[in-house]
């Protein structure tokens, strides 16, 4: 009995445990000395002006503190790949209190220092490429704080459609378990939080200034009302309260687009120009006849499960359409491990086909992102002499050693290209994009069922047939100082999809309208030379920031090794600093100078909630903790109830039986002592 008691009490304790650990990873709810307390609520607003390839947003937000404590808290969020913060500005009541950069770790000892003095402060921070976080100190009892953040960005072009994205939520990323490093407020990366009720009310207006007659405008995933005609229109989003949870992506295309041939925007900043050159590739091509050896993979693991899951699917199924007879195959799943069909690429054969849909048909979606065995697998060995190699990544990206994984491609993709497919909302693309440049590949983006067949066409037909390698471009010079260009690795163009270069120029932009740019590579091994004309530009504000932008994170795409560690980590700060923006090293902190709450009064952590991905079960992300996606720990919970319940039934009738012993004993020794007592008095 003792023993049976202490392992109920031992298996609570595990249970117990178990929980908490995954709501702490999970970052389900912040704790302070007096326990659990109620969230602060958030409402955002986005303004968004769209000029030519350039954005500028301002997103909004307001927390209110229920509490009837002095609170903080942090709220997690996502921005778009690519985005430039350089704006912080916090209202309460009638003060505004701008935002400075500064190294990131003085401008957590200036937040932390207001907050032990009681003085209300606001710090943004970048933890990934895509994923920031705002956190707030010393919010008053049932007082609203506004919190305004700036940031650039640039439009997307392909396949004849301009795309503007702004994610609204995020999913949690995997870990391997192997994290060392302690979980507290100032270092970890944060986990979101998900509203269990209605989501966070998301209102948004975009200004589209095109530079062309528009031929449509449409948003793919939200209702909207448009207002307006010729190249300018207004939209905004019909249906706030129910906004959030899905990513935002409006889409433009030109009524004339066979003008369409490339376009130069030009900010000068601290006496030098600035650009950023869209090149279209050249209408006219045939394709070009590739054997090719495609290796599939596909993402199995937890934070796919639902619609994102039978999108993933979808998506090899049709790139198993597509492969030619004399083309080579293999299939990978991934969660906790890779799953491989085949031993290694095979023959297209029919039988082989079949045996690739029957696989796909058969899987399921669970455990965690263990990208990295995956990735290994496809990258693995040469293909057959005669055979590009191209691997298709279907994935959300939910993983968190991203600089342990791009790190391997750089080692092992030799000339293989790595072509990322991003699945449903709160997809990490940042990341997707990173490795598909790694990659000398694309990154596409599935967010709707309805959009597969037609992305995956588009994906298809680069895949089939490039239509530049090997590009160079060669800018206008003054001086003896080239113009400094990123990306650093002109990727391949293919069909559809632009050429896309930020440059530094040394000198004014004067100095633009006197040159030409010149862009060489290959075309079916035969070499190809195109030149523009640079007499026409567009001035544009945000091309600065985002040159900055690129070549921060240029800098720390290069390879190990390939530069001095220090100097790398320098030459980034220095940019952030100097350009003014948040980056892995620099952040945004904005402190009120006047100490609004006492010594005495306690200051409570609370959580934050946003919304969780539409196409995701909110539940099971809650339940997900980061190191596994919740096949560890909810394995070991599950367990554990289990087992309790089970040690309880038998507790229950180990006690009856025991009583019913007992009591038989104690008849049975009623009945000897009589039989002794009758056999005396005879």
């Not at 705002?134 to 004849?160: C, K, M």
Request: hydrophobic letters at 40%; charged letters at 25%; aromatic letters at 6%.
């Amino acid at each position: 009995m003792k023993f049976s008691r202490k392992c109920l009490l031992a298996l609570f304790a595990l249970a117990a445990a178990s929980s908490l650990q995954a709501q702490t990873l999970a970052g389900l709810q912040l704790v302070g000395d007096a326990g659990a307390v109620a969230a602060v609520t958030q409402s955002t607003e986005v303004d968004i002006r769209v000029t030519g390839l350039l954005a500028r947003t301002t997103v909004t937000q307001r927390f209110t503190n229920h509490t009837q404590g002095w609170a903080e808290g942090r709220y997690v969020f996502p921005l778009p790949d690519g985005a430039s913060v350089d704006e912080l500005r916090i209202t309460i009541g009638e003060r505004i209190i701008e935002g400075e950069v500064r190294e990131k770790a003085d401008a957590r000892r200036v937040f932390e220092t207001a907050r032990a003095q009681g003085q209300t402060a606001g710090l943004v921070e970048q933890h990934r490429d895509n994923l920031f976080s705002t956190s707030l100190t010393n919010i008053a009892p049932g007082e609203d704080i506004v919190v305004t953040i700036g940031f650039g960005q640039t439009v997307d072009y392909r396949h004849g459609r301009f795309t503007l994205r702004f994610p609204t939520t995020t999913l949690p990323r995997f870990e391997n378990g192997h994290v060392t490093e302690s979980r507290t407020l100032a270092n970890a990366p944060p986990a979101p939080v998900y509203a269990t009720g209605a989501p966070p009310r998301l209102a948004m207006t975009v200004d589209l200034a095109a530079g062309f007659d528009l031929a449509g405008v449409q948003s793919l995933h939200h209702a909207v009302d448009i207002r307006g005609r010729g190249s300018d229109c207004t939209i905004e989003l019909a249906e706030p309260e129910h906004a959030a949870g899905r990513d935002f992506e409006l889409v433009w295309s030109a009524r004339d687009e066979d003008r369409l041939q490339g376009a130069l925007f030009v900010e000068q900043m601290r006496g030098q120009a600035h650009a950023l050159l869209m090149l279209l590739p050249p209408r006219e091509f045939k394709p070009v006849a590739l054997r090719r050896e495609l290796i599939l993979v596909i993402d199995r693991s937890g934070s796919m499960q639902g619609e994102a899951f039978e999108q993933a699917r979808e998506a090899i199924r049709l790139a198993l359409d597509r492969i030619d007879h004399d083309d080579r195959f293999n299939v990978i799943a991934f969660s906790n491990s890779a799953l491989p069909l085949f031993d290694g690429p095979v023959a297209a054969s029919q039988a082989n086909l079949d045996r690739a849909y029957r696989f796909i048909e058969q899987l399921g979606a669970d455990g965690g992102t263990e990208i990295d065995a995956a990735m290994g697998l496809a990258m693995a060995g040469l293909p057959d002499p005669g055979y590009l190699r191209q691997i298709v990544f279907a994935t959300d990206g939910a993983v968190a050693n991203e600089a342990q994984q791009l790190a391997r491609i750089d080692r092992e993709i030799d000339d293989s290209r790595l072509f990322a497919i991003g699945i449903g909302h709160g997809v990490n693309d940042a990341f997707l994009n990173r490795a598909a440049r790694r990659g000398h590949g694309t990154t596409t983006l599935i967010k709707d069922p309805r959009d597969i067949a037609g992305r995956m066409s588009e994906l298809l037909m680069q895949l089939e047939s490039p239509v530049l390698e090997d590009l160079q471009i060669d800018w206008p010079q003054t001086g003896n100082t080239p113009a400094e260009t990123w990306p650093e690795r002109i990727p391949d163009l293919y069909a559809g999809q632009p050429l896309m270069v930020l440059a530094r120029l040394d000198g004014p932009a004067s100095v633009i309208d006197r040159g030409t740019v010149r862009a060489t590579g290959l075309r079916d091994l035969r070499f190809v030379e195109m030149e523009w004309p640079m007499r026409d530009y567009f001035s544009a504000p945000g091309v600065a920031r985002a040159w900055a932008q690129a070549r921060i994170e240029g800098l720390a795409d290069r390879p190990e090794g390939s530069m001095d560690a220090q100097l790398r980590h320098d030459e980034r700060l220095l940019t952030a600093l100097e350009y003014r923006i948040v980056s892995p090293l620099t952040s945004l902190v904005a402190v009120d100078r006047t100490p609004r709450r006492t010594e005495a009064a306690e200051l409570r952590r609370v959580a934050v909630a946003g919304a969780a991905p539409a196409d995701r079960d909110a539940a099971a992300l809650h339940a997900m903790p980061a190191t596994d996606a919740g096949s560890l720990e909810a394995g070991l919970r599950g367990l554990s109830i289990l087992t309790i319940v089970l040690l309880m039934i038998f507790n229950r009738r180990f006690n009856r039986l025991e009583r019913s012993r007992r009591e038989a004993h104690a008849d049975e020794a009623d009945d000897t002592q009589g039989f002794s007592n009758t056999g005396e008095h005879a």
